[in-house]
């Protein structure tokens, strides 16, 4: 059984640029949150997405956006990439069946 | 005031003692409470959730609720040398919706 797989595992984009990161939820879950966490600091949530539609967002600006596919699978976008967009970036995987949410290994995004 | 606190730390333990980890949350809206672990350079390890006032054990770890006092807290026992790491505490309000986190508090097992 195939946990959380999280793609690329690392990535350096320059200032201004737009980096897509990509998330496989464990088998049989349906719901996908994402997550940012900076050096020492505990998770941040971005959103979560839910039947292909964004169900919950956490105060991030626009230029974080996303989107759920048919499969489940989701894409987090960040458009006009700041330095301060350095961090891990985590997908967690769940059902509503159940309250445990399932992390995937992350994406390192740096930001030059 | 964040609304979940943990102590950094670093807690220092020797190995074979008692780890004790506490969390306290200041939403009286969150319903269920989450330990994960998390070592360095890696992603958060799911160890235990508990949603009900008092202990749930399992294993070597013991997580603690009080909703009156609105603390949390995980004890693991016979601490190992791999129980090294940090320790990220988590709050929801419903079901699996999003997860609030502490910092987290950085644990060393000392051999």
């Known amino acids: 059984d195939a946990g959380v797989t999280q793609s690329p595992t690392h990535l350096i984009k320059t200032r201004g640029q737009q980096v897509t990161l990509r998330c496989s939820p464990k088998s049989g879950h349906d719901t996908v949150s994402w997550y940012q966490q900076a050096l020492g600091q505990g998770p941040q949530f971005i959103f979560q997405?839910?039947?292909?539609?964004?169900?919950q967002r956490g105060n991030f600006p626009d230029r974080f956006s996303g989107h759920q596919f048919p499969n489940y699978s989701s894409e987090l976008n960040v458009n006009a990439l700041l330095l301060g967009d350095s961090a891990l970036y985590l997908c967690?995987?769940?059902?509503?069946?159940?309250?445990?949410?399932?992390f995937g290994p992350g994406t390192r995004l740096t930001v030059t | 005031q964040k609304e979940v606190e943990q102590n950094s730390g670093p807690l220092s333990v020797p190995e074979g003692a008692i780890a004790s980890l506490n969390c306290t949350y200041s939403?009286?809206?969150?319903?269920?409470f989450f330990w994960y672990r998390q070592y360095s350079g890696k992603s958060p390890e799911l160890i235990m959730f508990i949603y009900s006032n008092g202990d749930k054990e399992d294993g070597r770890f013991t997580a603690q609720l009080n909703k009156a006092s609105q603390y949390v807290s995980l004890l693991i026992r016979d601490s190992q040398p791999s129980d090294s790491a940090t320790y990220l505490c988590?709050?929801?309000?419903?079901?699996?919706?999003?997860?609030?986190f502490g910092t987290g508090t950085r644990l060393t097992i000392i051999p």
């Open positions: 988590a709050a929801t309000n419903f079901g699996n919706e999003k997860l609030t």
């Open positions: 967690a995987s769940s059902t509503g069946l159940s309250y445990e949410q399932y």
């Open positions: 997405y839910y039947e292909e539609e964004e169900r």
């Open positions: 939403d009286r809206g969150s319903q269920s």
